[in-house]
């Protein structure tokens, strides 16, 4: 297997199926640090940088809380607007990354251009991490999914996969590509609109995942071991911010989780939803012994705990 030390991580399309296991093996092992809320010096004499250019919650405060979870430090920006690369000299991404590298020992990315991230790692001599990349990818939120099934099942492998939602989403494209490592099928559903590009149906064919496509979820809730949700009612996700419209419209029943709908689901399926949610998963789901997206929000912290500390190369 190769080392992770100093790697980036970009792209769930190269993972190797031993890789997922080896990250969600450093996961279980750090994890009583976040369960225990200790913190540690393991990454003591490292710093990460965040370069957010598009919003978040989870994705840039898990990588922070983990950072300073192993004892680490922490700098960059939320707001690019308030940088150089955000302001009347549009600074470019390789000018920005040459003096990033400078304040840290990784850097985690964001952005709403589709690879960014990769490059940024062009230029970069320490690590990048894409923690979003227009409609690119979303690998550490994907790693955080899969780490979550794992723990609940214990394998991968003979899941169905009903994901659900807007299929233009970096989420949609990294499960696709990690569930080629694995005997799994990934059952598209979602408005044509948002239907999944014929570039990216050849990938999922090329890397080998099982895949097929169905209009409604009562086609398919009975069989689901997993339900993956994104939203339909979303934002360009490849504008840097974008307000909320007046009329933004509501999810059709076809793309949304219920009560009534999850009373005819398998009784040990689950639901995760990377969040944030509109009207497509319902707070009344909140009660239902099916969801896990408050576990997956918590396993997010423990995630980013063990990619940061494989990266750094303080876990092998
Ligand atoms: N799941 C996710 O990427 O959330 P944020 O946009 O809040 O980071």
Known sequence: ????????????????????FHVFQV?????PIARERRNTDLLATKTLVTAFYQPSTRTRLAHEAAMLRLGG?????????????????????????????????????????QGAPHEAARWASIPV????????????????????????KGTLDGLSF?????????????????LSQFDAEMVI?????????????????????????????D???????????????????????QEKQDDYGLTPANYQITADVMSRAKGDSIILHSLPRMDELLPEV????????WQEAYNGVVMRMALLSLVLGAME
């Open 73 to 113: 430090g922490v700098t960059g920006f939320s707001d690019a607007k308030m940088t150089r690369a955000g302001d009347f000299y549009q600074e470019s991404i390789k000018d920005t990354v040459h003096m990033l590298e400078y304040y840290g020992d990784a850097i985690v990315m964001r952005h709403f251009q």
């Open 219 to 241: 086609e398919v809730i009975a069989e689901a071991d997993v339900i993956y949700m994104e939203p339909v009612v979303q934002p360009d996700y490849t504008a840097s911010r």
């Open 189 to 217: 559903l979602g408005p044509e609109d948002m239907s999944p590009t014929e570039e990216f149906l050849g990938e999922l064919d090329g890397l080998g995942t099982s895949y097929r496509v169905v209009d409604h979820i």
């Open 286 to 293: 909140d009660q239902l012994k099916h969801a896990r997206y």
């Open 162 to 178: 009903v994901c659900i939602g807007d299929h233009r989403m970096r989420t949609m494209h990294s499960i696709g590509y990690a």
């Open 129 to 152: 991490i894409n923690a979003g990349d227009g409609w690119g990818e979303h690998p550490t939120q994907v790693l955080t999914d899969l780490y979550t099934v794992y723990k609940e």
């Open 27 to 31: 996961a279980d092992r750090l994890e």
């Open 1 to 20: 297997m190769r080392s992770f030390a100093g790697r980036d991580i970009l792209s769930l399309k190269e993972f190797e199926r031993n890789e997922f």
